[in-house]
DNA sequence: ATGCATGTTACATG
DNA sequence: ACATGTAACATGCA
């Protein structure tokens, strides 16, 4: 599920055990999420450290210790943060849980698609302060939109729209409401649009990332009702502006849904 | 049982 | 070198 808001509201799930120290790890580290990095090793980091803060850039969390530890987490597809009591028991894709004084901060991801990191530097790490602008910050604005939208000029707007380098924080749903509320077609390119359709791109890209973030981050709420995202989950959905049968199809692998009358 | 899934990446192909 | 397409990952659900 989660992109953009729904990641900064997963991150905001281990706000209360901020400022706390780490009691005990449990770690499951022979899980897929944990390729890459020294299960043992940054086990013994996390024990005994304590949370500072949190950050999150696109669908990235990242998070601070002390002593110069940082735990990186992306929920890939299935991830999610949550708290358990403390005399709750983990349960199964439970495959990372910090207790703290408060509760447990689970991490808890059944596909494994999901991946934790394990950082250490002084300051935010190198790699953190290196990545593009998000969507909603005003660095991302329609200059450096134009710039960034040429590479790949070709390839469709919906696989444009996934690309981490550029939109970060895009997802499949984002991607396809953003297209659908530009009124272009999933299938073409940033080379086929003219200057008005580049412009109508930019705005919806900048307007469903903030009303997602507004709306989806501080709580899990939906989407405004009047939005595809409501729609376009399983076959047979009506168009909100239309009303006539939205179009579904495969593009660049991933399930698109869009309107052929109400798109261009 | 079969097919599909809100993500990423390695590999194959043109 | 580049761009595009597909398989793979591991599990749950319709």
């Not at 281990?14 to 899980?31: A, C, F, S, Y």
């Not at 003219?194 to 709420?221: C, G, Q, T, W, Y």
């Not at 939005?227 to 502006?241: D, E, N, S, T, V």
Request: proline share 5%; charged share 25%.
């Amino acid at each position: 599920m989660p992109e953009l808001a729904e990641v900064a509201y997963y991150c905001s799930r281990w706000n209360p055990g901020l400022g706390e120290r780490i009691l005990r790890v449990h770690m499951n580290g022979q899980k897929r999420c944990f390729r890459g990095v020294d299960a043992s090793q940054l086990a013994g980091a996390l024990s005994g450290n304590r949370l500072v803060s949190s950050h999150t850039h696109g669908k990235r969390m990242l998070f601070k210790l002390d002593q110069g530890l940082w735990l990186g987490i992306h929920l890939g597809m299935t991830g999610s943060l949550l708290m358990r009591r403390k005399e709750a028991e983990l349960e199964k894709h439970d495959h990372l849980a910090l207790e703290t004084r408060v509760a447990w901060l689970v991490f808890n991801d059944p596909r494994q698609f999901g991946r934790i990191e394990h950082h250490e530097s002084k300051g935010l790490p190198e790699f953190w302060r290196n990545l593009p602008p998000e969507t909603i910050s005003e660095r991302f604005d329609f200059q450096h939109f134009r710039r960034f939208a040429e590479k790949g000029a070709k390839q469709p707007l919906k696989s444009a729209l996934l690309d981490q380098s550029r939109f970060p924080g895009v997802g499949n749903w984002m991607a396809d409401e953003i297209l659908w509320h530009s009124r272009i077609r999933p299938q073409r390119s940033i080379a086929t649009l003219n200057e008005h359709e580049l412009k109508d791109l930019f705005r919806a890209i900048k307007r469903v990332s903030r009303i997602a973030m507004k709306r989806i981050a501080p709580d899990f709420s939906d989407p405004p009702k009047s939005w595809l995202f409501h729609r376009r989950w399983k076959a047979g959905g009506l168009c909100p502006k239309t009303g006539a049968h939205l179009n579904r199809d495969s593009i660049g692998g991933r399930t698109t849904c869009w309107s052929n009358a109400w798109q261009r």
